[in-house]
């Protein structure tokens, strides 16, 4: 079964570029559209953007500005690029299959971004 | 503030049921876009609960449904177990911002 697993550092100064990583094993990363959604602490999920595998994107326009996916299709890897990060940015970053009108489905297990000096 | 309004906070006694309630508007549920459940649990992957508005995925048991109508969407869950504690969270697409949206999320608790 598809699994998806987040990785990244863990912490990030203000004003630098959040930049992690979303590895895809046991399927194929092709003819799927990818997410990243991410939970502030003690806050609500927000999803941040989508990828496929063509290379084709749409971003929550709230943060548009600053984001950027990438695909590696040799390593079945998804990339992720928050720049300009500030304390609002610390979260869980999560990624997952988006299935469109069959959900998201499966998703990683997260890893916490905190954005401090 | 989420697009999608959901209660904060629910609970029930073990064997109860209980259900979520995730109200859109015109660009989102009301334009006929599809809702979307999952299950959150601590340090855990999010769970795909419920898709397509009422349809369970293989492995999530019967005692969860979904359903739709107009602007609104739910979640019931009968028969409460302790291990059903955990954050549920709706999902739909939202034509004026072209992408996905989720509720707030409310927080389950088995009492």
């Known amino acids: 079964q598809v699994q998806l697993e987040e990785s990244g550092p863990g912490l990030v100064k203000p004003s630098e570029t959040l930049a992690l990583t979303c590895t895809v094993s046991?399927?194929?990363?092709?003819?799927?559209?990818w997410s990243w959604v991410r939970q502030p602490a003690g806050k609500g999920l927000e999803w941040i953007g989508r990828?496929?595998?063509?290379?084709?994107?749409d971003y929550n326009p709230s943060l548009k500005s600053r984001v950027t996916m990438s695909i590696d299709k040799s390593k079945n890897q998804l990339s992720l690029s928050l720049t300009s990060v500030t304390t609002a940015d610390t979260a869980i970053y999560y990624c997952?299959?988006?299935?469109?009108?069959?959900?998201?489905?499966?998703w990683g297990q997260g890893t916490l971004v905190t954005v401090s000096s | 503030q989420s697009v999608l309004t959901q209660p904060p906070s629910v609970s029930g006694a073990p064997g109860q049921r209980v259900t979520i309630s995730c109200t859109g508007s015109r660009s989102n549920l009301g334009a006929g876009y599809d809702v979307h459940w999952y299950q959150l649990l601590p340090k855990t992957a999010p769970k795909l609960l419920i898709y397509g508005n009422s349809n369970r995925p293989s492995g999530v048991p019967d005692r969860f449904s979904g359903s739709r109508s107009g602007t609104s969407a739910s979640l019931a869950i009968t028969g409460l177990q302790a291990e059903d504690e955990a954050d549920f969270y709706c999902q739909s697409y939202d034509s004026s911002l072209s992408g996905w949206v989720f509720g707030g999320g409310t927080r389950l608790t088995v009492l």
């Open positions: 997952a299959r988006d299935r469109g009108s069959v959900g998201f489905d499966p």
């Open positions: 990828m496929y595998t063509s290379g084709t994107t």
């Open positions: 046991g399927g194929s990363i092709t003819s799927y559209f």
